[in-house]
């Protein structure tokens, strides 16, 4: 399937994209937004992190005609900050992120991401990790599954779901996508199941950012991307769920207001070192959500450097 970058315009707009600069893809992904800023780039450079090496094969071939303005970087991009300084890189205009899984990720029914596609339980993202589903779901205490259930899949029925989990590993090891589905249809009450949308979509979420380690690399990486920015610069995140999006919501608060105590009676004059570009959350329009329904939960959210 195609890679559609999700928010492309948004990303282009809002990065206020100066032809000589320096920025950050910090999931490069397909590639697609990192195509749109390389073409506004005239003696500016691109720096792409994706830990992802089929990924980073598909996208060198689209972006082969840029070679001259795109550094690739085979890594998460928590190791972004130290990559960079390698580099001598201490500076950027501007950064953005797509938390989204890569369209490759679910295209590839053998990585395991996908409840519709049978497929041994994988799920990494960087397929040099040592972390799968499978040892996920085979060998946790079923205590640590409801947890991760209930905090990363925001999955009500987290209890039922672990317990059958368990239950069924005593017969015959979790191996493939299906028995994972199987399982949860077991757990479910019948009213959950009659309902619209995939029984197993908040299980395999939750499974998928245990393996990939999502949620707690995230606020160190946003505080590192915002250090690196120079005065104007901006950081830009598309989230695709609400554990993302309240983490980048309370990055940004924190660095873009001062909490003076309220019986100061004159206020300092100290000022927040980050402003909100946008103060509202950013999403795709109508028809952007007809022509690529993955874009459908996405979040855009801009914070600029004073």
Known sequence: MEHIPVLLNEIIEYLQIDKDGTYVDA??????????VLKNLDNGRLIAFDQDSYAIEKAKERLSCFEDKLIVINR????????????????????????????????????????REEAPL???MDQSASLTARQVLNTYEESELRRILFEYGEERHARRIAAEIVKSRQNEPIVTTFDLVDIVKKALPAKVLSKKGHPAKRTFQAIRIEVNDELDILKQTFEDALNLLKPGGRLLVISFHSLEDKIVKDVFKAKSTI?????????????????LASRKVVKPTAEEVAMNHRSHSAKLRVIEKK
């Open 27 to 36: 999931t490069l992904g397909g590639g697609g937004h990192a195509e749109a």
């Open 122 to 124: 994988d799920m990494r």
């Open 259 to 275: 909490d003076f105590p309220k019986d100061i009676p004159i206020m300092p004059e100290e000022e927040a070192p980050f402003i």
């Open 76 to 115: 998460n991009f928590k190791h972004m900050k130290m990559e960079l300084a390698k580099r001598e890189i201490t500076n950027i205009d501007g950064i953005y992120f797509d938390l989204g899984v890569s369209s490759f990720h679910f295209d590839d029914k053998n990585r395991g991401f996908s409840y």
